[in-house]
């Protein structure tokens, strides 16, 4: 079975602080995204990576920048965190346009 | 970004009942695939399609790639209470792009 864990299930944070989020997979894919899901507004892709090292802009990369030296980890970095950045953060890996297989999600709360 | 509309929203049916529900677009897709999301947690895949008309079942689930290329459904046989979550499909070219989701709730 394919298993793609996150570092944490919820996290707080306060307004400012630099945040990690961290996305490991293990089944060899290629491509790994960050994702962030809100009420009304459903799955939004922040930034996706088809391989190591490359990275492509999603639909709302502002305020967040990635990074992946492994094939099979994806960070997600949140340079100085913010309120509107409260949010459950999803990501996601596969191979080519076959299936996106998702992790549990990261609730992050930003006071 | 763009969102495939999903139909129906939300639905609240009797234990036991079929279940039915779309997605459509106005652009064309090569891959249909269906998730499942339970409060709190990730989507999990249910069914893929890559065929244009392909019909493939899972258990009590069953999704058919439109014709066209521009629809999916997914079909939920005598449903059972532990159905209820969020439905939504993910289509895909070059992108992937998601439906808005259909919030189902099963009255045992």
């Known amino acids: 079975d394919v298993k793609v864990t996150q570092s944490s299930r919820y996290l707080v944070k306060r307004t400012g602080e630099k945040v990690f989020l961290e996305c490991v997979q293990d089944?060899?894919?290629?491509?790994m995204f960050w994702y962030r899901q809100d009420p009304g507004l459903g799955l939004r892709l922040i930034y996706f990576s088809y391989d190591v090292k490359m990275k492509e802009k999603g639909d709302i990369p502002e305020g967040y920048s990635v990074s992946r030296e492994k094939k099979e980890r994806f960070s997600l970095i949140l340079e100085s965190a913010s309120t509107n950045q409260t949010s459950m953060y999803l990501c996601?890996?596969?191979?080519?346009?076959?299936?996106?297989?998702f992790g549990p999600g990261t609730r992050l709360t930003v006071t | 970004g763009q969102q495939l509309n999903q139909s129906p929203q939300s639905m609240f049916i009797q234990e036991g009942e079929d279940v039915s529900m779309n997605c459509t677009s106005s652009s064309i897709f090569n891959t249909w695939l269906w998730y499942k999301q339970d409060p709190g947690e990730g989507p999990v895949l249910l069914i893929a399609?890559?065929?244009?008309?392909e019909l493939t079942s899972n258990g009590r689930l069953t999704a058919q790639f439109g014709i066209t290329r521009k629809d999916s459904f997914l079909n939920i046989s005598a449903s059972i209470p532990s159905d209820v979550g969020i439905y939504f499909c993910l289509a895909g070219t070059y992108k992937y792009i998601f439906g808005t989701g259909t919030r189902l709730k099963v009255l045992a």
């Open positions: 399609l890559y065929k244009a008309g």
């Open positions: 996601a890996s596969g191979q080519g346009l076959n299936e996106q297989y």
């Open positions: 089944m060899d894919h290629e491509n």
